[in-house]
């Protein structure tokens, strides 16, 4: 272990101020960092992330000596001190603050990939969850217009299960990007086309809309093929639409198995 | 409007209290009577639900009028007053308390359908979520294992948007329903079959399983078709597994796409 990093047995008041702070996107933006806990999510960020600030017990920085090579800053602490400093309701092991990868995006290098992009998803736990959508289908980068919600949010991390060691996230002015990319652009609506009718490619990119009002009028206007996920029977009356991350499942899914 | 039935302008203590406990599973049981809130969904639950009790803005009921029939009791109250009752962080025009439905499981009248039972699912978001893919699908009940989240707990009936009016759930031994139904029984595992590689049939029960532990060993030897969805490219390192509710998407939009 590198002695020189362990620190004392204390996390100091200053240090549990920036960490509680970093619950707030004002403040990840101005640290330009985020928190993540749990000994399973740390584990899989670390390789891929620059790492500030670890808090965690005894036993996780023993079994996770050739992780921490990278890390600025550790302390050693009880369990009870990590609560102190914890996000959660029940803090695990290890907490871990990263640094915010603030790659530039790339559009050149989209092409031939299949890409998600977001439209003002609002719900962090959602965000999370086709994080894990993305990852699972191998998509790698996932596009975020700037009014959705922040995938270094708590919550989001948390759900994210290490699929944000995996999938890149880039805000941008999402229908610049869709203007200059120069690909196949393709969107669900509620008055789209059958998926399972539509010639689907496999590079391009997939918008999802908002959780209420789904694709707004400026990037719907880009979009070249409506998809439609059919309820059963066709037509029925049933809930008016799916979860937004159930959606972006369906249509992965259906986008990988061609 | 029903004049008799339109009370005060106050909810009384008691009500309020009455209310507030109901957000515990155990006094749900014990009065057997749920909470729903908002104008949808107390507009859509309301033609299918035995309504004990209305608490809403004067505007709400003049609307809603041909909806109040059958409601035991009515207060019409201020956006305030409804601000104490509700137990929401931002409650809305009505709030309603019904009856939980009572219905018997009829085994026999499962055969010929699609049926979604859950075995463990825990987290009330992701229930609700799966009544509104049940409900798109077209998929009329589902089983829930008696350790599964309850369907009635008010996250889960405000994320399922009225699906709870057209899907009927039950809560059984799900072991033993599933021995008794013979019909076809698919489940999703890690290890199982490519799901667009096996035969699917138009009726049968689709089991999902808990969000960390899956399916558990009493109900997966009841499986007769193991199922997977495939990672992409398939068997690349990826996050562990979908969530239980973008899975159960995946597999009945499959289904139904059959």
């Given at each position: 272990?590198?002695?020189?990093?362990?620190?004392?047995?204390?996390?100091s008041k200053a240090r549990i101020k920036w960490i509680k702070s970093l619950e707030m996107r004002k403040y990840r933006l101005q640290h330009n960092a985020f928190v993540a806990e749990g000994p399973k999510l740390v584990g899989e960020l670390l390789p891929y992330s620059i790492p500030l600030y670890i808090a965690a017990t005894k036993e996780w920085l023993a079994e996770n000596k050739h992780?921490?090579?990278?890390?600025?800053?550790?302390?050693?602490?009880?369990?009870?001190?990590?609560e102190r400093a914890s996000l959660l309701r029940n803090p695990q092991s290890v907490l871990a603050v990263m640094q915010i990868p603030n790659e530039k995006l790339d559009?050149?290098?989209?092409?031939?990939q299949l890409v998600i992009a977001?439209?003002?998803?609002?719900d962090p736990g959602n965000l999370g969850t086709i994080l894990r959508i993305a990852d699972w289908f191998g998509i790698h980068k996932v596009l975020c217009s700037d009014g959705s919600a922040d995938v270094?949010?708590?919550?989001?991390?948390?759900?994210?299960m290490g699929a944000l060691a995996r999938v890149k996230v880039h805000y941008c002015n999402l229908p610049e990007v869709l203007r200059e990319a120069k690909m196949p652009v393709f969107?669900?609506?509620?008055?789209?086309?059958n998926i399972y009718e539509e010639e689907l490619s496999?590079?391009?990119?997939?918008?999802?809309?908002n959780e209420g009002n789904g694709i707004s009028q400026q990037v719907a206007e880009l979009v070249d093929r409506r998809l439609y996920v059919p309820n059963y029977p066709q037509g029925s009356l049933t809930t008016e639409s799916l979860n937004v991350a159930v959606c972006t499942g369906i249509v992965c899914?259906?986008?990988r198995r061609r």
């Open positions: 272990m590198q002695q020189k990093h362990i620190n004392s047995r204390m996390i992780l921490l090579k990278a890390v600025k800053e550790v302390d050693e602490v009880s369990r009870e001190e990590l559009i050149a290098s989209l092409q031939d977001l439209d003002g998803v609002q270094y949010n708590p919550k989001c991390v948390q759900s994210c969107g669900t609506f509620l008055d789209g086309t496999s590079s391009g990119i997939i918008v999802m809309g899914a259906e986008f």
